[in-house]
């Protein structure tokens, strides 16, 4: 072979050895099932870096924490890195890429979520948040979430989507600014359809607060609610995961209403 | 006059007189000085009901509390209603809609943050989280912010822009499933050119961890930062304010990237 030649062969064994750099968070914590699954799928395809909440993080949104320090730990672990973040998890994905790696990772993933984050959820939720910050970031990121609340909930046919998912945003990236959320109905295998790629449907959550008192007398307020699905289209995520579908949302950072510019510009400015 | 006309005169005398509910919040707290001039500026042209955080919420995002009870308290007002509420500011938009008012208000307002909200900052932002989520109520709700720190920053120009611009809001609605983020630049009335209308600019924060120790040996990390604006467009918030204009963003909460679609449909999905 010619010299040249062989510095291609070469290189190109290096770069198939090289495993890819995956981190891993979410926002139900460390201790949640779901991302114990994901740690362990993405062991199968890279080397797996963990920054992840200490303690439950749900309906973060992209909070972050301005107003106190963070605290980042190193946990033991077998196979990869592990750290656990005293933050949200927006703050896990900051700390991960400016303090514990050395590079930017090859992939971002989110999850996998104990309840779904189709629909107007995506603005609630840490785990997709987290995504989000990926791609803020630069980084191929993926939200995961199940349909299925109970901790001991089945991701066995999960498992092998993620792992087929965060392959294809491996080789093939991601377009730019913009991540994917993933849901996956609670159904058993058979059932399973395959995967629709859907637009956020319109919904809302209808709340109700349950009002307390407490021992002195005194009101308090939790947040209840029933989501409502308005949207009649085949074409979201609500329609795909209520027929057996899995849904992948792409999904952007920039919140422009393009739409609404030349309405806005009808409006009298003048003081 | 005939009956039907003596009807539809005193109605629309009646229409008249009816002033507009509006619904005040914000992500500063109810002790900052932004949303005592959004106060005292409403109270101008409508009913004025405050349902603000009483602690600073600054970062909070699109968060909600979901694992503890929220707590609310009518404090004493001149002239208008006004509760603090223990959660975030979203929180205080659903407690506001589903406890506190008795009908849904014909405007929310969000602010008047102290530091902008412009480009990325829109997805950090309690403030702007807060007129989104009155915008997913069917609300027109507009957030408004100055790029000035200060608790004594000078809000007089200000408050005539806001003025009219709640006007126009009240006048005309807002398209649907939208609301609108408007930032201040801090400059003299005379420096200030007029409104602009404009789409988020292309930006990020470039962050860096001041990483300390504790008395007792143990690291803890403050976020720190700067934004870069990679945006070179004319037709973007950052350019407006730069400028010398006041920016006008529509914001939507469908986070759908649909040019992203057909990207994703060439992914395969084969398990």
Same mark, same amino acid.
């Given at each position: 072979m010619h010299k040249i030649d062989t510095f291609v062969f070469l290189l190109s064994i290096q770069l198939g050895k090289k495993k890819p750099l995956i981190l891993v968070t979410n926002?139900?914590?460390?201790?949640?099932a779901g991302i114990k699954v994901l740690i362990n799928t993405m062991c199968e395809i890279g080397d797996v870096v963990v920054v992840a909440p200490d303690s439950p993080q749900s309906g973060m949104g992209h909070a972050i924490t301005l107003d106190s320090p963070l605290r980042l730990k190193e946990i033991k672990a077998t196979g990869h890195k592990e750290y656990i973040c005293s933050g949200t998890p927006v703050d896990c994905v900051k700390l991960a890429v400016n303090?514990?790696?050395q590079r930017k990772p090859d992939l971002l993933v989110s999850g996998i979520n104990h309840g779904s984050n189709a629909s107007i959820n995506v603005i609630y939720s840490g785990t997709m948040s987290a995504a989000v910050e990926g791609a803020l970031e630069g980084i191929p990121a993926i939200g995961f979430s199940l349909l299925?609340?109970?901790?001991?909930?089945?991701f066995s046919v999960v498992q092998k989507y993620v792992k087929i998912i965060a392959q294809n945003a491996l080789d093939k990236g991601m377009p730019r600014r913009t991540c994917i959320n993933v849901n996956f109905p609670s159904i058993p295998e058979e059932q399973l359809k395959g995967v629709r790629v859907c637009r956020q449907a319109n919904g809302n959550w209808q709340e109700e607060f349950d009002v307390r008192e407490d021992p002195t007398g005194k009101k308090y307020y939790w947040l209840t609610g029933v989501f409502v699905n308005y949207d009649k289209g085949k074409d979201t995520d609500e329609w795909a995961l209520a027929n057996g579908y899995v849904s992948i949302v792409p999904v952007q950072?920039?919140?422009?209403? @393009? @739409?609404a510019v030349p309405f806005l510009n009808e409006w009298s400015y003048e003081i």
């Open positions: 926002d139900d914590s460390i201790n949640a303090v514990v790696l299925d609340y109970a901790q001991d909930a089945d950072y920039d919140l422009t209403a @393009h @739409h």
